[in-house]
């Protein structure tokens, strides 16, 4: 017998529910076809966040930080940075997002001038 391993993207705009009804076709398709499922992960979105969240905890252990920034392009994904709150604010962190500038990567560089104007005064 011939192993396969697939990985595939779904449409991050839908709701869980509509995800598992995504997953259980695709499976229902690959039985099928005579194809066996021995394991499916599902990693979801919140893989990510939770990601986010043990980098914040290293930095906290390593470095005393208590503040996080979500920025960047991939926190345009609304359910990513909602998750990633939720998350970060569990574990005790002040948890900081642009309202009055794009979250997307333009605005990187309000990181890069918050850091000089610490590194000035330090």
Request: net charge positive; aromatic share 8%.
């Amino acid at each position: 017998m011939k192993y396969y391993e697939t990985l595939y993207l779904i449409n991050p705009n839908l709701s869980d529910e509509e995800c598992r009804e995504v997953v259980t076709k695709f499976n229902d398709l690959v039985e099928k076809r005579q194809g066996v499922l021995i394991n499916v992960d599902e990693w979801g979105k919140k893989t990510l966040a939770y990601t986010i969240a043990d980098v914040a905890d290293r930095a906290r252990q390593q470095n005393g930080i208590k503040t996080v920034a979500l920025t960047g392009g991939v926190l345009l994904n609304r359910r990513l940075v909602q998750e990633a709150y939720r998350i970060l604010e569990k574990k005790g962190f002040s948890v900081l997002r642009p309202i009055q500038y794009s979250p997307n990567d333009e605005s990187i560089s309000v990181g890069q001038i918050a850091y000089a104007l610490r590194s000035l005064r330090t």
